[in-house]
């Protein structure tokens, strides 16, 4: 999932065109040489409430399952993206067989995160 600015739309759909037509497989996966992993779609466009309540929420997430994305690409073309309002993008990252979410948010042009790995002497890693 990505937050960002609603006037940096446009940078999404940038990104979500290349996630479906470019977005390199990570290196595990049994083609590493293909292209396109997903698409993202807005959860919080006009006409689209899939939260609870009465009220639209004030601000724009987009979301997409994508399939054998490999992470760091997409985090390095986020960073790389234009955006009007840098300091506003968040993004939700789950990778395959984990059971959480890692926040990432831009700082001064790197990535900062916020919700920590999990312990490398943990028995089960996925259950963080």
């Given at each position: 999932?990505?937050?960002?600015?609603?006037?940096?739309?446009?940078?999404?759909?940038?990104?979500?065109?290349w996630?479906?037509?470019e977005a390199p497989w990570r290196a595990d996966a049994c083609n590493s040489q293909a292209r396109?992993?997903?698409?993202?779609?807005?959860?919080?466009g006009p006409?689209?409430?899939?939260?609870?309540g009465w009220k639209n929420p004030e601000c724009e997430v987009w979301a997409g399952a994508l399939n054998h994305a490999d992470l760091d690409a997409l985090l390095d073309r986020i960073r790389a993206t234009p955006?009007?309002?840098p300091q506003r993008v968040q993004v939700f990252l789950m990778d395959q067989?984990?059971?959480?979410?890692?926040?990432?948010?831009?700082r001064d042009g790197a990535w900062s995160q916020y919700a920590p790995p999990p312990p490398p002497d943990a028995e089960d890693q996925h259950a963080w």
């Open positions: 999932m990505i937050q960002t600015d609603m006037a940096d739309r446009g940078n999404v759909e940038s990104l979500s065109a996630l479906e037509r396109g992993v997903g698409t993202l779609r807005t959860l919080t006409g689209v409430n899939h939260w609870g955006w009007r309002y067989e984990e059971s959480y979410f890692r926040l990432y948010m831009l």
